[in-house]
């Protein structure tokens, strides 16, 4: 299932402080919300999470540091038995002083980058941790001279508990700190509890330990972390569940948001529902590490005001936009459920003509309204396209995505939302103009791109494809397209030439507006047009093809 406004990863172009978008509707307002904390989803929680065990790390592992040179120091005849040691924890203060140092910097993480400062974070202080304990079982052979050191009874069982309770401290620590689910902390205690146990196990059969004595040494160990691991697994398992609960019940203004949909570079989109109307919709919010950045503020808020701009049945519809308490921006968009014609030629294959020249001139709709009033819409492919049912008809296409639309009447505007000299778009369906770097785009640009879109319907592939983005971007200034029928013999030849057109190097040379592309696409049509019925036969022999549909909430969130 795709979400209805996929976020965008590529550069925005809108000018900071310019005018309201033309045509934008009077019902457009600001509107209060009950509030949704910037720091939604794990990554946030994660990252405030290893900060704090990053900076507890660096503070215990800075004065082992200390006491280590004291320790060299004091007994200098004693380090080169302990160097290992000693240099470990130093290492563990290096490592953990530059992880943490990351972590409170304000450049953003991923959860996989998170995820990996958590592994060196935990990976490093379990290391140390071991090498302490393997040099006392297996230089200083504790368990061998513990008879002499230790008298009376119970003594590998005190002995035990000794060896026991960093690791259980450690373990039980990554369970309530760490959010994770029960299967990754599975995985991560997994690795710490056996780590100890393999230990102990190959020192209490090296040092020749009786029965009896063994027995004493090891049952508890096994025990103390068999109870850790369960402690850890059932409290990150308790604790992600109330999360979640907790993501679930979360409300921006009017909407409660169920689950994430999806997320780009930009935005994160979810579905929701109205809370009154029981209404599904897609709440796009932006992503909470650039909830800082007013330019990406900026950029969200053109994207909604040209999003709410347009009224074509074949652009996806925003109901609502504003911003919440705390600052978080939104918009709210009709939730659709389909494919993608990515998806949709990806799974099943070029499309049959009628079916491509169905699809097209619905796209030509909504950017004949958009084109009228100014606006460009600059990326324009396959994953930017929907196809759905909706109202009861079969195939109908949405435009989505205005992430990168350009309104021809801030083109004069000196200050720009792009770093300089970047490109927006995507390098297989860019016009030449575009690829070139020209600010002053017109509709053909966007025609360009429509031809760019029917020749992957019709062939499966963009019209040069495999070729790098930077090689994809050559191509499009200065090389011809193979036509549409050197691929495939069965497209007709008015509907090649309608393609070709399209692709045309200089801009003088395509349609001169989307009417024009739709009129030409109409006139293709020789043979009997793609009908609602073999639309319905299609998604009824296919109705894998998306998810089943999501129940409305009924008021509360069992968990």
Not at 217 to 242: D, T
Not at 434 to 443: I, N
Not at 448 to 471: D, K, N
Request: proline share 6%.
């Amino acid at each position: 299932m795709r979400t209805p406004d996929s976020p965008s990863s590529s550069t925005t172009d809108f000018r900071e402080g310019a005018p309201p978008l033309p045509g934008r509707p009077d019902w457009i307002r600001f509107a209060a919300g009950t509030g949704l904390p910037t720091a939604a989803g794990v990554g946030p929680l994660l990252r405030k999470r290893l900060r704090f065990v990053g900076l507890t790390a660096v503070v215990v592992y800075a004065y082992f540091s200390i006491d280590a040179v004291r320790f060299t120091l004091r007994a200098p005849d004693l380090f080169a038995l302990y160097w290992v040691v000693i240099a470990f924890n130093w290492f563990v203060f290096a490592v953990a002083a530059a992880t943490t140092t990351r972590l409170w910097s304000k450049r953003p993480m991923s959860v996989r980058s998170l995820r990996t400062a958590e592994g060196v974070l935990f990976g490093a202080v379990l290391a140390d941790v071991s090498v302490g304990l393997f040099a006392q079982l297996f230089v200083q052979h504790d368990l061998r001279l513990l008879p002499v050191l230790a008298e009376g009874g119970n003594r590998y069982f005190i002995y035990a508990n000794h060896c026991s309770v960093l690791y259980f401290a450690l373990i039980v620590g990554y369970g309530v700190l760490i959010p994770s689910t029960w299967r990754h902390c599975v995985l991560v205690v997994g690795v710490m509890a056996l780590t100890l146990l393999t230990i102990a196990t190959i020192a209490a059969v090296a040092d020749g330990l009786d029965p009896g004595s063994m027995a004493e040494f090891l049952v508890p160990i096994y025990l103390y972390m068999v109870i850790a691991a369960g402690i850890a697994v059932y409290g990150a398992h308790r604790i992600e569940s109330l999360r979640r609960e907790a993501d679930a019940a979360r409300a921006v203004g009017q909407y409660v948001l169920r689950r994430r949909l999806g997320a780009g570079g930009m935005g994160e989109v979810y579905l929701a529902e109205h809370a009154f109307l029981r209404r599904p919709c897609a709440v796009k919010l932006i992503r909470p590490e650039r909830a800082g950045d007013a330019r990406a503020l900026q950029r969200f808020e053109r994207e909604a005001q040209a999003t709410a701009t347009l009224t074509h049945p074949n652009a996806v519809q925003l109901f609502d936009y504003g911003r919440a308490e705390d600052g978080t921006f939104y918009y709210v968009m009709e939730y659709l459920q389909g494919l993608t014609l990515d998806d949709l030629v990806g799974r099943h294959g070029p499309l049959p003509p009628q079916r491509a020249i169905h699809l097209l001139r619905q796209i030509c709709g909504p950017l004949q309204e958009a084109h009228a009033i100014g606006l460009i819409h600059r990326d324009i492919k396959p994953s930017n396209v929907m196809v759905c049912e909706r109202g009861g008809r079969h195939d109908v296409a949405k435009l989505l995505d205005f992430g990168l639309v350009l309104s021809q009447a801030l083109t004069t505007e000196p200050e720009k939302l792009t770093r300089e000299g970047a490109l927006a778009g995507t390098p297989a369906y860019m016009s030449p103009e575009q690829a070139a770097g020209r600010e002053a785009l017109d509709g053909r640009s966007d025609i360009y791109s429509v031809g760019a879109l029917g020749y992957f319907l019709l062939t499966g592939r963009p019209p040069f494809a495999g070729r790098s983005g930077v090689q994809a971007l050559a191509a499009h200034l200065y090389e011809r397209p193979e036509p549409v029928c050197g691929h495939r013999a069965d497209v007709p030849a008015e509907l090649d030439a309608v393609v070709l057109r399209c692709l045309a190097k200089d801009s003088a040379d395509r349609f001169p507006d989307a009417g024009s592309l739709e009129a030409a696409l109409t006139a293709c049509q020789t043979t009997e047009p793609w009908t609602e019925q073999e639309a319905s036969q299609w998604w009824r022999a296919h109705s894998d093809a998306t998810e089943p549909d999501v129940p409305p909430i009924t008021g509360r969130q069992s968990g």
